[in-house]
């Protein structure tokens, strides 16, 4: 299995899980062309699409996406503020566990500014359990039995504090971001809270362009964790098994 970014970040994000028989794509917030081009244009691989949100940077090509005849699942709130009618569409319960090709999906709600947010636990015979989380600002779940993590760590309070004073943000702004995504600190306190014993991947996303340091998230999530630490930019691969062999 491989993880595959297509892009990050507030301009976009998209990412997949990529088996040799298989891909789940997770986000749909970039051009349907880019999601295609990361497909190889195989778009009978595809098992289904994940959206956390209805956010533009989240299902940006979500139109185009059920158009090609592709199953979206994400949930009823996300489902109706995305607005669009379509039997493709699958709303999901929290909570429960759906079959999406050889994948086992389970959506659990978090923290964002938006109706009905989720994060998403995925299983794969081949990667074994995956934990994705982005835009929350905290996470009240613990997760068992983890094997890879793709988790936010978009700014540093610091980096924010600094740029308020130095004008270089507007309180408006600096506001938004505390209250609907991930700081670096509860990153590192979420993933310390969880066990860790069979993670062999911690791969940050969603960092912001001018709140954070790409080189000190990284370092930062490696001392405390231990484990192989990756930061997500577009183009890059990961490979992504339920062991490191």
Known sequence: MKLKVVNTGSVGNCYILESEKESLVIECGVKFEQ?????DFNLSKVAGVLVTHEHGDHAKAIKDVVLAGLNVY?????????????????????????????????GFDVEHDVKEPFGFLIHHNECGNVLFLTDSFMCRYKFKDLNNIIIEANYCKNIVRRRLLEKGIHEAVRDRVIESHMSIDTCIELLKANDLTAVNNIVLIHLSDGNSNEIEFKQRVENATGKNVHVANKGKEFDFNRTPF
């Open 74 to 106: 994400c949930s009823y709130g996300t489902a109706v503020a995305m607005g669009v009618n379509s039997h493709r569409i699958k709303p999901m319960v929290k909570m429960t566990d759906y079959t999406i090709g050889g994948f086992k999906v389970r």
């Open 35 to 39: 999601i295609k081009q990361a497909l």
